[in-house]
């Protein structure tokens, strides 16, 4: 086999090599994409569910605060404020992936819908008007427009945050 054959061949093997590692780089590239993609809802499931726990640990100062504040007593205004305040930075850190890519829109949709759904009880309103400039102009902007959009439920009436449901439903 002469010099040429030999040097034809290696480049042709080397082409090989090349179209087979570009492959296997594609693969793996898109296998890490889906792992980031789940590890990234996790990351939010965890701190929105974080929040819910902390609503229903203090869920009658919650409630009343959805309803009242800032007309509460000390401790229902500062429960209130602190859990509606870890519930938006929650929802901060979903935009946050979202804008990265990395939170399926569905999934983004979901929480931007719950968030703005908390803003528009009467004491959400309040909160918002006192608290949205602490938080990013791109998230303000988000749950304004979601709001403006209306069609967002009255979280009022779930019975975990409806302070009269024991009473409607005590004689059933």
Known sequence: MN????????????????VV?????????????????SAARQSIVDEFKSSNRLMTDDAEHFALGMRDYPNLPFLSLSKYSGIMTDTLLSFQSSLALRQA??????????????TASLLVTPGGQVYWRQFRNIFIPEMVLEL?????????????????????WDKQNSSQ
């Open 3 to 18: 010099l040429e054959a030999i040097s034809a061949t290696s480049d042709a093997i080397a082409s090989i090599a090349v």
């Open 21 to 37: 590692s570009i492959g296997f780089l594609a693969y793996q590239v898109k296998s890490n994409n889906r792992l980031l993609k």
């Open 101 to 114: 890519g990395t939170l399926d829109k569905r999934v983004y949709e979901a929480y931007l819908t719950f």
């Open 144 to 164: 304004d427009t979601k709001i403006a959009k209306g069609h967002l439920d009255d979280l009022l009436q779930l019975p975990q945050f409806n302070i009269s």
